[in-house]
Each structure stands twice: as C-alpha cells, then as structure tokens.
C-alpha cells in the first residue's frame, strides 16, 4: 500500500515530459564523440616492396621463326620485299658475337663471347637465342637451331704497334 501512494501523488505523465526525455536523450547523442574517443580502424597491411613478385618475360622464339614476315611483308601490296631489303634484315648470329677466348680444363670447355661491351661465358648445351652450343673447339664455336648452323670463329689478335726505343 505503500508503493500505491507514491505513484498517487506523481503528476500525471504528458506529453511535454516525453519531449524533454528525447531532448535529453538527442542531446547526450550530440555531446557523445567529444566525450568518448573514436577507436582507431586496423587496416590490412600492405605487402612489402621485396615480397612482390618480379614479373618474368616470355622466352621469344629465334629470329630464324620469323623469316617468311621478312620474305613477304604484310603491309606490301606485291608481298614481296622492296628492293635492297636484304640489307635490312637482323644481323646474323655470326657477325652479332665475337669469339674471345676458349678455355679448356680436362673435359670440361668453356667459350668467352662478347656483343658488343655485354660478356658472355658459354659452355656445351647452353642456349644462345634460340641457338644450342653444339661444339667448342680450341679457336671456334659451333651453334645449331632448327634453322642451321652458324660458327663462331676466333679473330687472330690485332698487332701491336711497335713502340720507340
């Protein structure tokens, strides 16, 4: 009996009491972000440089493959290459590579060649664009492909030029 008379005496609830409830309550909504820190979103970490793998290019056949483009161009009306375009074909495998030096130790052989200031160390049944070593022999280097052979030949050196005494 005693809890009846507590709420006997309470007003009646109306409407402006329930609009001062959701003022309150949209009020401490608002204040809330000042008053409580945001936490910090974790993102995914990001994979090392180093961990990337390094893209790998496709082995080319040998130029060889591509001779019938160079005896009947596509572009040409006659297909048929212009006159003089047999200067204009890649240079040989020959005059690409100079023989610098074989050496021998036993059984096993080892060729040096150079194109250009770019070095090279070869032995037998290395490739060589689309080139297999076949054979090393003490001042030449025999290299075959599905389109031939071609032989490598060490120069004799150049002479040296005599100096005054």
Do not use: C
Not at 76 to 104: D, F, H, K, N
Not at 115 to 134: C, F, P, Q
Request: a positive charge.
């Amino acid at each position: 009996m005693i809890a009846q008379g507590i709420f006997e005496r309470l007003p009646a609830p109306r409407l402006n009491h329930g609009l001062a409830v959701a003022a309150i309550l949209f009020a401490a909504l608002a204040v809330w972000p000042w008053f409580v820190p945001p936490t910090p979103k974790t993102r995914p970490l990001a994979a090392s440089p180093t961990s990337v793998p390094t893209p790998t290019l496709a082995a080319l056949p040998p130029l060889a493959s591509f001779s019938e483009i160079i005896e009947r161009p596509l572009f040409t009306p006659s297909r048929r290459p212009p006159a003089g375009a047999a200067s204009m074909q890649a240079p040989s495998i020959e005059t690409r590579y100079r023989l610098l030096g074989v050496v021998a130790t036993g059984p096993k052989k080892k060729a040096f060649i150079a194109e250009g200031a770019h070095r090279l160390e070869i032995s037998i049944g290395d490739a060589l664009e689309g080139w297999t070593v076949k054979e090393i022999g003490p001042d030449h280097v025999l290299l075959g492909s599905p389109a031939g052979e071609a032989t490598l030949k060490l120069a004799p050196a150049a002479p040296e030029a005599q100096k005054p005494q």
